[in-house]
């Protein structure tokens, strides 16, 4: 309960101020609302009187006039609401979203999968929202009600008050009851659906490959039958559930029924004018109808409570990785690099079961091993070795992606978990294996990592970093230049493109480090070549680090760091290596024979 508390603080606290306007506006509404029966029970006394005709047609005219003034207030209500709560209100669960995301470290994105994350933050804005919406425009006008009718029940005959709270308290305490019998299993039903969503999101990104596979039955079934298993465990608790609340929902109009039989007695022992007692039962029957109501729309409630918990959960998930507040930051950086005993495990390895669907941990093995290395400013150097030596996870433990948890990572002698983690990232340019490209311009993703906008970088630095990058043809040959829409994940550009794409967008902020993670591995030899002439340009004068799996273009490395299993097996350049290094010769050897 007190995580919800805390969920529901990050959500809806700065609203507290609109959502109570909307609330007195609704209490003044339920005023009026309550002031009309009351008249309309004094003209039945006038007809049982025949009184004055002018009393009459007082009471008509108040009545008509408190109908239209409650038609102005709701529509004041509305478009307070609209422009006070609903839009401010999404603008800030999707700035929220993006923030507590962008916090969340690499690693731990890499733990969930973007297909569950989607669809956790699309159910759960929504939820934040129609919760809002039941608990500004259901409950609290319902609790509004109550209160009042109870109170002025108490003011005017015991008797009703006591009916109307028995048969409230008896709800109430159901209702409670049940909540928390389906609280739990709800939760899991959310999770296990997000779960769901991850595989129908893994079939559309992978659609080319079930295309080409000629696999369409086997994604259309296998969507269909998580999908019906997740319907099933929603059946399992639904029905249930609808068994207790409809019991439950019988409440209200036994409710009713003793109001009814206590009016009559009333009226029978001459104790209440028919006009008062008619009051009392259109009180009562209002009061009662919401309860009802609520009967009806508690299923949407919860079900919007755990879709909150879940999407707060990931939302209030700690960070793995901050800054500590008197970081590091310097504005520059030599680019000195060294790695004393560094361990690494990845976070969170999962196992596939058949069984029940749940995941299980398996035991963890380090990536990397106990690596020591030291990398001197302007140093060009190379990490060569086997496919999974751990090549890579030394690039990911110098971006931060996770802590080592043995061993440091120092740059010009800071401990990496000391620096400003922001600003180092933002001096190291780095081309991944991968090249990670918007739906946008061209421009737009070569200027992505410089924070500025795109149309303020002069296009003669971009015309530098597109030559460097031996991409000058290619864009002129575009037809809209550097404002050419390359598609999905740069889909409009070939493999090789997008990898010079990255690099013209790792030079342009001309960054301190660079990191090149096989940036040339799409690439015919061709531009292999110019592009390696490209990177020794781009190299001078600063810390290069580059990860190659063609030995040749890393020759002249000043230096080559042998990785194997984990570990900085040798180190040196490449004629002592060939010398003292069996690996990395029996490398040179296999690649010579392949060439
Ligand atoms: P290399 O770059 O030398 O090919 P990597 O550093 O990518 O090797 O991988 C080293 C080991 O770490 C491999 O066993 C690989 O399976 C594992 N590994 C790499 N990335 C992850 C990850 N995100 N989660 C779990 N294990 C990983």
């Known amino acids: 309960m007190g995580e919800l508390k805390q969920h529901f603080r990050l959500f809806y606290r700065p609203f507290l101020a609109p959502m109570s306007v909307i609330i007195a506006i609704i209490a003044v509404e339920n005023s009026i609302g309550l002031s009309i029966p009351w008249l309309l029970g004094r003209l039945v006394d006038w007809m049982h009187a025949r009184g004055d005709m002018r009393d009459a047609m007082m009471l008509a005219t108040s009545i008509a006039f408190l109908w239209m003034v409650l038609n102005y207030l709701g529509n004041f209500r509305w478009r307070f609401n609209l422009i006070r709560l609903v839009q401010p209100l999404r603008l800030h669960v999707m700035r929220v979203t993006m923030e507590r995301l962008t916090k969340l470290s690499l690693a731990q994105h890499l733990d969930k999968h973007s297909g569950v994350k989607q669809s956790v933050i699309a159910e759960g804005q929504d939820a934040v929202r129609s919760l809002m919406d039941a608990m500004v425009f259901q409950i609290s006008p319902l609790v509004i009600e109550c209160v009042a009718v109870i109170c002025l029940l108490a003011w005017a005959n015991g008797m009703m008050a006591g009916v109307v709270i028995a048969g409230a308290s008896i709800f109430v305490f159901w209702a409670r009851a049940l909540n928390r019998t389906i609280a739990e299993p709800l939760r899991e039903l959310k999770e296990e659906g997000h779960r769901e969503s991850k595989f129908r999101n893994d ?125 590091v930051r310097p504005e520059r950086f030599a680019g000195r690099i060294a790695f004393r005993d560094v361990w690494l495990t990845y976070s969170g390895h999962e196992r596939e079961s058949a069984d029940d669907g749940t995941a299980h941990p398996v035991s963890r093995n380090a990536s990397l091993r106990g690596v020591d290395l030291a990398i001197e400013p302007g140093q060009r150097v190379a990490f060569v070795g086997p496919s999974g030596a751990g090549k890579s996870s030394i690039v990911y433990t110098l971006m931060r992606g996770q802590d080592p948890e043995r061993g440091t990572v120092t740059v010009d002698g800071h401990d990496l978990r000391r620096l400003d983690i922001r600003q180092w990232r933002s001096r190291v340019g780095i081309v991944p294996q991968t090249v990670h490209l918007f739906d946008k311009s061209l421009r737009y993703n070569i200027c992505w990592a410089t924070g500025k906008d795109p149309y303020e970088v002069p296009d003669a630095d971009l015309d530098r970093v597109i030559a460097m990058a031996c991409l000058t043809e290619r864009v002129s040959s575009l037809p809209y230049g550097y404002d050419t829409i390359i598609g999905e994940r740069g889909v409009k550009l070939s493999g090789g493109e997008r990898q010079r794409v990255g690099i013209a967008r790792a030079l ?73 290094s069996p690996l990395y010769r029996s490398l040179v050897q296999r690649q010579n024979k392949v060439f």
């Open 203 to 327: 079939v559309m990104r992978n659609m080319e490959l079930v295309l080409l596979t000629a696999q369409e039955p086997r994604a259309v079934n296998e969507t269909q039958s998580s999908y019906a298993r997740i319907q099933q465990q929603h059946r399992n608790i639904w029905i249930p559930y609808s068994l207790d609340a409809t019991s439950r929902d019988n409440t209200p109009p036994l409710t009713r029924l003793g109001v009814y039989l206590a009016g009559i007695w009333l009226v029978w022992n001459d104790a209440a004018s028919v006009g008062s007692v008619l009051t009392w039962w259109i009180w009562t029957a209002d009061v009662l109808n919401r309860v009802g109501n609520i009967g009806w729309i508690w299923r949407d409630i919860m079900e919007y409570i755990a879709s909150a918990r879940v999407f707060g959960d990931l939302l209030n998930t700690e960070p793995q990785i901050t800054s500590p507040p008197d970081a």
């Open 508 to 580: 342009i902020s001309d960054p301190d480090v660079l990191v090149f993670d096989e940036a040339t591995s799409s690439l015919d030899a061709e531009n292999e070549h110019l592009i390696h002439d490209a990177i020794r340009t781009a190299s001078r004068g600063r810390t290069t680090i580059l990860i190659a799996h063609r030995l040749s273009t890393v020759a002249d490395a000043d230096r080559i760091f042998v990785v194997d299993e984990g570990r900085v097996v040798h180190a040196g350049p490449h004629a002592e290596l060939l010398s003292v």
